[in-house]
């Protein structure tokens, strides 16, 4: 599968933004879909996953009651609602795919992600 996000930008803390994720290939409901990002010099962190049919939803701490992850698998599209950003949320933030387990929780760690889609930049300025 291929992925590639787009939506991210400049923005002033406290504003919002709106990330997209298209997908193609294989049948993407057959995916678990995550946003992870990596900022400058630390490593890439867990944002947020989805399940397969978008019945389960995982979020980090940091962004809880903040973003919102959802998917539409008849259109291949996965997206995250920022909203009440903070200058912290800057980064490089990546979509990707996974199917390997069936267990929901394991798709947090970033390794049982199969494909990366290429990153999109937000920059939140204080």
């Known amino acids: 599968v291929q992925l590639q996000a787009c939506g991210g930008g400049l923005v002033q803390a406290g504003g919002s933004l709106r990330l997209s994720c298209a997908a193609s290939?294989?049948?993407?409901?057959?995916?678990?879909m995550g946003w992870f990002r990596q900022a400058p010099g630390k490593e890439r962190e867990f944002v947020a996953d989805?399940?397969?049919?978008?019945?389960?939803?995982d979020y980090t701490d940091s962004v809880k009651g903040r973003f919102t992850i959802s998917r539409d698998n008849a259109k291949n599209t996965l997206w995250l609602q920022m909203n009440s950003l903070k200058p912290e949320d800057t980064a490089i933030y990546h979509c990707a795919a996974g199917s390997r387990y069936s267990i929901f929780s394991t798709y947090s760690q970033g390794d049982a992600m199969d494909y990366w889609g290429k990153g999109t930049q937000v920059t939140v300025s204080s």
């Open positions: 290939g294989r049948a993407f409901n057959s995916y678990v």
């Open positions: 989805i399940s397969w049919s978008g019945g389960s939803t």
